[in-house]
């Protein structure tokens, strides 16, 4: 598994979590990447992206705000900090790889990433 997210967890809605996506190879601290998130039986959905330098970014409308996405290109790291979560929140969120430097609005659509981490449960108790 090239990325290995981790972070997830149960939280009372108002609380925090910061999740972690660790690209064990090395291999993309060149190209954009995202997170994305799904519930059973839904279609994963666009959390948020940034570029390979970290100056572009992108949020979906129900976390802009909230959620903050970074990296680490020195530690081979991508992060999602996650505040004033909601029930709402609740999914399996996925981290996922770009195949370009820069990005635009269609990273928010999951066919323009190439690689995915095996997920991480965020459940958020009311």
């Known amino acids: 598994v090239q990325l290995q997210a981790s972070g997830g967890g149960l939280v009372q809605a108002g609380g925090s979590l910061k999740l972690s996506c660790k690209d064990r190879?090395?291999?993309?601290?060149?190209?954009?990447m995202g997170w994305f998130r799904q519930d059973p039986g839904k279609d994963r959905g666009f959390v948020a992206a940034?570029?390979?330098?970290?100056?572009?970014?992108y949020y979906a409308d129900s976390v802009k705000g909230r959620f903050t996405i970074s990296r680490d290109n020195a530690k081979n790291t991508l992060t999602l900090q996650m505040n004033s979560l909601e029930p709402e929140d609740t999914a399996v969120y996925y981290c996922?790889?770009?195949?370009?430097?820069?990005?635009?609005?269609?990273?928010?659509?999951?066919?323009?990433?190439?690689?995915w981490g095996q997920g991480t449960q965020v459940t958020v108790s009311s």
């Open positions: 940034i570029a390979w330098s970290g100056d572009t970014t």
């Open positions: 996922a790889t770009t195949l370009r430097r820069l990005i635009n609005t269609s990273v928010r659509n999951k066919g323009e990433y190439a690689y």
């Open positions: 190879e090395g291999r993309f601290s060149h190209v954009g």
